[in-house]
């Protein structure tokens, strides 16, 4: 994919690898609009980076969606990327029914929201003529994590959504791409953002260009290959055991 001249709304870019790959696109010679839920951090964003284009946006309610979609389109008609970046994570206690309203919220934001931006977003990409669809699941989409088994969830639906959007998309001119991200050192989750296991975020960010550069429809990073590949592979329960040790 040509990165420069492309105009790119990224949902979920006020923090994270959703931020910093924001930035990454705008220095590439993309035209950004950085979606967020704070106007606070989305002015920062643009501050620190003149010529990032904002909008709010709350991917747990459908009304934001459908309000920030048509804003994008009117002040930035020429948008012909939407990368669904916008997802999080909240520890589950699967021993006691405690957990169900925490995988609630999560499928919300991290199943429902992806697919409604998609919805909102899908028409106006096929219009553009040479529009594309990038959705970001994660290695633990194909080696769940046992201690956030909601969120490995909610990748794998993204995961297969993906597939099955690219098949019914194919002649419509919207090209349909999915990152598969490793860890990363962010605040996702407490302790990740200095921890060994994850992968350096300016890293990260660096190989991801470079996947996007290229013609993959999976941009699968390095760090989570073993992670996609591991039930190929036969070691996906050790690798599952192995994930729940870490930290």
Known sequence: MQISGRTVVIPGATSGIGRALAVALHDAGATVIAGGRRQALL?????????????????????????????????????????????????????????????????????????????????????????????????LAFTPLAPMPTYSATKAFVHSFTDSMRLQLRDSGVRVREIIPPAVQTEF???????????????????????????DDELVVDHARALRDSEVNGNRAELMDQLTHLG
Do not use: C, Y
């Open 43 to 139: 002015d920062e964003l643009a501050a620190e980076h003149p010529g990032i284009g904002t909008v709010v946006v709350d991917v747990a309610d459908p009304a934001s969606i459908t309000a920030a979609a048509a804003d994008v389109i009117e002040r930035f008609p020429a948008t012909d990327t939407l990368i669904t970046m916008a997802g999080f994570s909240e520890p589950e206690d699967l021993t006691s029914g405690d957990f169900v309203d925490a995988s609630a919220r999560m499928v919300t934001t991290n199943i429902l929201g992806t697919v409604r931006l998609i919805g909102a977003f899908t028409e106006h990409l096929a219009q553009v003529g040479s529009g594309s669809i990038v959705t970001v699941s994660s290695g």
């Open 189 to 215: 989750a407490p302790g990740q953002s200095t921890a060994e296991w994850a992968m350096p975020l300016d890293e990260f960010v660096a190989e991801t260009m470079e996947l996007l550069a290229k013609d």
